[in-house]
């Protein structure tokens, strides 16, 4: 080979090896973890305003009861609704992304600001406040209305309905996953023409749209808090109460010996609430209860786990539940299983791994019973069959 032809390859290979390692970069981008958050802080003289140091909670006091504010980060929101959260890019949460990453970010953004807001009455004949008023202020000079839960009752054209509507496909199941969401932010929003008697106490969420980056400080502004009503039972005193925060954003790209170490102290929790069914089993019959089929379940515990962990740490599965269907002979083997149900890890390496597992369960042999006389179980040993949910979640080890 010529000194020319060398020196061809080479500049070859210097002008392909970036453009190679860009779209490495493009096709499989570093793992981001990012966090934005909102502390309270107080810079009012107003004896009234406090802050509680253990939950980041600022609350403020009007006569001796209380209007208190929270902010909700992304893994709280998600704590609301945990299933709803586990499924990447069909994540149900309706104030999340779940655990679904962004592909041209490399992280889970934030869907929404979410804020709790709670009301405690020891005062006042009732209280009441108006969520559609509230407002978020930004050191950018922004000015954010909170969503309601329907188009109808939005006076700012901010409502969960029709953001979801916006977004929803044509498919039965994205209507299935819109009417889902509604009905959980109609459980959680703060609702509209709530009273708060004297002695009572009530919470829900305040929510807005996301801030952007640039966004140093923030104030909610809840207006018109009313207090005292007339004898028309008509707002008679009412304040306006400001509750600032300042907010903070972390990214930290994720490497490979981060994500190993954490990857080892995940552990996998298999939870088993029991059979949902039993067909065919006889009465009194303690070999085939529901505590002899738990017994033999708890068995092989061990063996589900370590087929859920090893495809987790390599990506293949995530946390959800199987429900399994298997028949139990009469002699203790089981001769068919399958899943008739799956959430959130469906692949299908790790349900033959199940299955593998239940195929080895082995319970106590039953024989033919006398239908007369003094014994308890009666009839003829047959072949019964299990419907069987089983979760599988993940814990940090500390």
């Known amino acids: 080979m010529t000194k020319n032809v060398k020196r061809k390859i080479l500049i070859a290979v210097l002008l392909v090896l970036p453009l190679s390692l860009a779209v490495s970069c493009i096709l499989y981008p570093s793992q981001i973890r990012y966090s934005a958050y909102l502390?309270?802080?107080?810079?009012?003289?107003?004896?009234?305003?406090?802050?509680?140091?253990?939950?980041?909670?600022?609350?403020?006091?009007?006569?001796?009861?209380?209007?208190?504010?929270?902010?909700?980060?992304?893994?709280?929101?998600?704590?609301?609704f945990p299933e709803e959260s586990s499924h990447g890019y069909y994540s149900t949460n309706p104030y999340t992304y779940g655990n679904w990453v962004?592909?041209?970010?490399?992280?889970?953004?934030?869907?929404?600001?979410?804020?709790?807001?709670?009301?405690?009455?020891?005062?006042?004949?009732?209280?009441?406040?108006?969520?559609?008023?509230?407002?978020?202020?930004?050191?950018?000079?922004?000015?954010?209305?909170?969503?309601?839960?329907?188009i109808a009752a939005s006076k700012y054209g901010k409502s969960f309905e029709n953001?979801?509507?916006?977004?929803?496909?044509?498919?039965?199941?994205?209507?299935?996953?819109?009417?889902?969401?509604?009905?959980?932010?109609?459980?959680?929003?703060?609702?509209?023409?709530?009273?708060?008697?004297?002695?009572?106490s009530y919470s829900g969420l305040v929510t807005f749209d996301p801030l952007r980056d640039q966004v140093?400080?923030?104030?909610?502004?809840?207006?018109?808090?009313?207090?005292?009503?007339?004898?028309?039972?008509?707002?008679?005193?009412?304040?306006?109460?400001?509750?600032?925060?300042?907010?903070?954003?972390?990214?930290?790209?994720?490497?490979?010996?981060?994500?190993?170490?954490e990857l080892e102290r995940e552990k996998v929790r298999v939870r088993m609430a029991g059979p949902r069914q039993i067909v065919g089993n006889r009465i009194n019959?303690?070999?085939?209860?529901?505590?002899?089929?738990?017994?033999?379940?708890?068995?092989?515990?061990?063996d589900m786990e370590t087929c859920f962990i090893q495809r987790y740490r390599r990506g293949e599965v995530e946390p959800g539940n199987l429900v399994l269907s298997f028949n139990v002979e009469p002699d203790g083997t089981v001769?068919?299983?399958?899943?008739?149900?799956?959430?959130?890890?469906?692949?299908?390496?790790?349900?033959?791994?199940?299955?593998?597992?239940i195929e080895t369960i082995k319970m106590d042999g039953i024989k033919d019973m006398p239908t007369e006389g003094t014994n308890i179980v009666k009839g003829p040993a047959k072949m019964i069959n299990i419907i069987y949910p089983i979760d599988f979640q993940i814990y940090v080890e500390e």
């Open 216 to 261: 140093k400080r923030s104030m909610l502004v809840l207006k018109d808090v009313v207090y005292r009503f007339d004898a028309f039972n008509r707002p008679a005193d009412m304040v306006t109460i400001k509750f600032e925060f300042e907010r903070k954003i972390e990214k930290v790209v994720v490497t490979s010996a981060m994500r190993a170490a």
């Open 39 to 80: 502390t309270p802080t107080i810079t009012s003289n107003d004896p009234a305003y406090s802050i509680d140091a253990e939950t980041n909670e600022i609350s403020y006091d009007l006569g001796g009861s209380a209007i208190m504010v929270a902010y909700m980060a992304e893994a709280e929101l998600n704590n609301l």
């Open 102 to 150: 962004n592909p041209d970010l490399g992280y889970v953004p934030n869907r929404f600001t979410v804020f709790n807001v709670s009301i405690i009455n020891r005062s006042f004949a009732k209280m009441r406040l108006d969520p559609t008023e509230a407002v978020l202020m930004t050191d950018l000079g922004e000015a954010y209305h909170s969503y309601t839960t329907s």
């Open 163 to 200: 953001y979801y509507k916006s977004i929803r496909g044509q498919s039965g199941n994205e209507h299935y996953r819109y009417e889902m969401r509604l009905g959980m932010v109609r459980g959680k929003n703060f609702g509209l023409d709530e009273e708060i008697f004297r002695g009572d």
């Open 335 to 357: 001769s068919s299983q399958n899943v008739i149900e799956v959430t959130g890890i469906n692949n299908e390496d790790f349900m033959n791994c199940i299955l593998g597992v």
């Open 285 to 302: 019959d303690s070999a085939r209860n529901d505590r002899a089929i738990d017994i033999a379940l708890q068995v092989k515990v061990t």
